[in-house]
């Protein structure tokens, strides 16, 4: 085998919130995180004729093609953990928005670790793929996995949840991004702030039923993304009022997202918000467990 190629999923948050802080400044986080069927498709090829140890493209210009690429990051620490002396080319087809709370770099760099151990025989554990994983990203240890997960720590300590209820979910993806920095700065000066019911969540998922579960579902940071970007919380109200069950922002924004039980709804509502650039793109998918 000379190359191999997967598919690296996307996420959404299903509820995110912040629970304090760590003594190195790091924000420790409860989080369900949820694999949606939006992907990258990314190839790795073993290139014994390159000059170079790693080389990267990608189909769209604005990703970062070099070191700075986290798929890039990924391989360079895969090789050194394993003495790897082979040249390597990574190719990734883009298709996850940037820069928009879906871990699209996060989700290529754990994509290229699962095609290095296969590609190479390299026989890594979960335990070892992890430990590479985390020191890339907090999100990148849950891309290794997929379906739903509570994430704790600052996103790489994982506990697998019973499947989220089955939905038909829009994505909106407004054409702007937000600094995910700033956003966890702006939160610590908020002064008791409202937190998502987490535990009422977890146990919501045991029931398996949408309703309950969307309409609970909450994100700590909309109270910064969204103040300072009011065009966010028009979309999530336009969102329910196109009869979805519950509408969040994931990640640190701007994406929101609707969960719908009828298909022919989420349909109507996708092609409605297509037909205004201010939403930007809007995409229809499932979860992926
Ligand atoms: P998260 O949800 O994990 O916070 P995100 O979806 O908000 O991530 P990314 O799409 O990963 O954000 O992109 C953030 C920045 O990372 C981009 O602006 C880009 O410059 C850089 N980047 C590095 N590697 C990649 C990659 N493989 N794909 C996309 N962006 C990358």
């Known amino acids: ?42 190839t790795v090829r073993k290139a014994p004729d390159s000059h170079e140890r790693i080389s990267l493209t990608c189909s769209r210009p604005e990703v970062p093609a070099g070191p700075s690429n986290l798929a890039w990051k990924a391989a360079a620490a895969v ?18 928005p940037m820069a928009a709370g879906m871990a699209g770099g996060s989700t290529d760099a754990a994509a290229v670790i699962r095609a290095m151990n296969s590609l190479f025989g390299l026989k890594l554990t979960q335990e070892k793929m992890d430990a590479i994983a ?20 600052i996103g790489e300590v994982l506990t697998k949840l019973p499947d989220a209820p089955k939905a038909y979910v ?7 991004e937000v600094s995910t920095a700033a956003v966890y700065r702006e939160l ?28 609970e579902m909450g994100n700590i940071l909309e109270l910064v993304t969204i103040k300072d970007n009011p065009l966010i919380g028009e979309i999530r109200d336009k969102i329910m009022s196109a009869g979805a069950l519950g509408s969040m922002m994931t990640g640190s924004g701007p994406t929101v997202f609707g969960l719908f039980d009828e298909p022919q709804l989420a349909r109507k509502a996708c092609i409605a918000f297509s037909g205004e650039a201010e939403n930007g793109r809007c995409i229809l998918t499932e979860f992926i467990r």
Do not use: W
């Open 170 to 176: 829009l994505i909106v993806n407004p054409p702007f």
């Open 134 to 153: 985390v020191k890339l990203g907090a999100d990148v240890p849950f891309c290794l996995r997929k379906g739903t997960y509570l994430a704790e720590g």
């Open 188 to 215: 610590d000066g908020i002064e008791d702030p409202v937190h998502p019911d987490i535990d009422r969540l977890l146990s919501l998922l045991k029931e398996d039923t949408l309703d309950a579960f969307a309409a």
């Open 1 to 42: 085998m000379d190359e191999i190629t997967l598919y690296a999923y996307g996420k959404i948050n299903l509820a995110l919130d912040v629970t304090g802080r760590r003594p190195d400044g790091y924000h420790l986080v409860r989080m369900i995180m949820q694999t949606v069927g939006i992907y990258d498709i990314v």
């Open 79 to 96: 090789m050194e953990h394993a003495g790897l002396k082979e040249n390597i080319s990574i190719h990734i087809e883009k298709n996850i």
